[in-house]
């Protein structure tokens, strides 16, 4: 491929990454909406806790995740139109999972009203949906010629 070609295929990546982060920044502002508006959570204390613990599980279990899913899926493949769905798909998943903390985060604050620790898991997601960020200068070296092909 060529960099045109190449730009063109990273073009949706891009903006299906950019998009899923973004979104934790909408749920940040439905939860100070929320916030501001008198909700009232409908756990506390101990089970508030217990809904604590286990949505900080939910929020970071995924993450370990994230390097498989660029190898398996970021791989070079057959064709360069093979490689650049396989890194397209690895972008969109990775953006998915980057997004559970922001998720799991504003489940926390609807049930538990930790506001606090809420926008701390939405930066997180923030964070690692930035670093994980599709780097064009990867599809180029993935769907460029093959450096040990003579062309």
Not at 11 to 26: F, G, H, N
Not at 42 to 49: E, V
Not at 105 to 117: A, N, P, Y
Not at 119 to 140: C, D, G, H, T, Y
Request: aromatic letters at 6%.
């Amino acid at each position: 491929m060529n960099g045109d070609e190449i730009k063109k295929a990273y073009a949706p990546a891009a903006i299906a990454a950019a998009s899923m982060t973004a979104a934790p920044l909408v749920y940040g502002v439905a939860a100070e909406v929320l916030r501001r508006t008198g909700y009232e959570p409908p756990l506390a204390g101990g089970q508030a806790s217990a809904a604590a613990c286990a949505l900080y599980a939910a929020a970071v279990l995924p993450l370990l995740s994230l390097k498989v899913l660029g190898a398996k899926l970021g791989a070079r493949r057959a064709t360069a139109a093979e490689t650049a769905r396989s890194l397209t798909a690895a972008a969109v998943l990775k953006g998915a999972v980057c997004e559970v903390p922001a998720v799991a985060g504003l489940l926390l604050f609807v049930l538990t009203g930790r506001h606090r620790e809420f926008f701390a898991l939405m930066l997180l997601s923030i964070a690692l949906q930035v670093f994980n960020f599709p780097k064009l200068a990867e599809w180029e070296e993935k769907l460029g010629p093959d450096p040990g092909r003579l062309e």
